[in-house]
């Protein structure tokens, strides 16, 4: 404990002497200078060290508010981070905030950064899923607890499944089902998930968008057809929450007319009914 102070009351003495000379016999005093937090009797009683005990007071708080800086910023922000890019805080329990979280680098880029759930409490969540989609390195797909329609869902025009194409050229099996809520109708996620394509050359799809969900641990990817061209609100890699505006509604590529073609499959890439799934989950 003595140690530490023999040189600042070495460099302190001097100036010390001279500023309060009448009472300087109290050298003892200095000893409770730098003692920072350590609760010595002796800082409330020496008035004397008036110029030095400002000096050393803000040095402490410069020391102090740096420690804060150092060791509670990178937890701030991450907390205030938008959550949907917070993979790295996949589970900010308490008690793990100390543990590596503390090094990881705040910024877009984290979202494609890979996940070590071992270095996190899961416990309250499910584990995330790793995307299975090949060039975007390592996604992880955190579940989200809701589950939307992408447009208005009172003017659908075509369901799922085999029919009478279209146009020359389209199906005789659609491979998913259809909204007609307008031209120009804002197009959202259908639940949080990671988009993988977003495109304007998508061929007979147009202008599209593809993004992966984990849904109740199963790995859903929901893709979003002929949208307008220049109407892309997302990009390859981003994550996206349940409603987040995608695009809007155009016809592009093979359609006849304004709508939204919505088609939904699991890792197997087997399509199957967006509508009779999103009418038994749609969470509101
Ligand atoms: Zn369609």
Redesign the pocket.
């Known amino acids: 404990m003595t140690h530490p102070q023999h040189g600042r009351r070495a460099a302190g003495r001097p100036r010390y002497r001279r500023a309060a000379a009448p009472v300087v016999a109290a050298a003892p005093e200095t000893t409770s200078l730098p003692e920072q937090g350590a609760s010595s009797p002796k800082t409330t009683r020496s008035r004397k060290p008036s110029l030095l005990r400002p000096a050393m007071t803000v040095g402490a708080m410069t020391f102090a508010g740096g420690m804060l800086l150092s060791t509670s910023l990178p937890a701030l922000a991450v907390a205030a981070t938008d959550p949907d890019l917070s993979a790295s805080v996949y589970a900010p329990a308490e008690g793990s905030a100390s543990e590596p979280s503390q090094t990881l680098e705040v910024g877009a880029e984290v979202a494609l950064q890979p996940i070590d759930p071992g270095a996190f409490d899961v416990e309250a969540a499910p584990p995330p899923i790793q995307s299975s989609v090949a060039g975007l390195g390592s996604v992880s797909l955190i579940q989200g607890d809701r589950i939307v329609w992408p447009v208005d869902p009172s003017r659908s ?2 369901g799922f499944g085999p029919r009478i194409a279209p146009c020359g050229g389209c199906s005789t099996m ?5 909204f007609n809520p307008g031209n120009g109708a804002i197009i959202g996620s259908i639940a949080d998930g990671v988009v993988i394509t977003a495109t304007e050359a998508g061929g007979g799809l147009g202008v599209y968008v593809e993004v992966q969900h984990n849904i109740n641990g199963r790995v859903i990817t929901s893709l979003y ?2 949208m307008q061209y220049g109407s892309l609100a997302v990009s390859v890699g981003q994550r996206v929450s349940a409603g987040q505006a995608l695009g809007t509604v155009g016809t592009t590529g093979q ?1 006849t007319g304004p ?5 939904m499959y699991g890792t197997d890439g087997v399509r199957f009914d967006g509508m009779a799934w999103l009418q038994s989950n749609v969470t509101g």
């Open positions: 025009a075509s659609h491979d998913g089902i259809d057809a002929h359609s709508h939204l073609h919505l088609e």
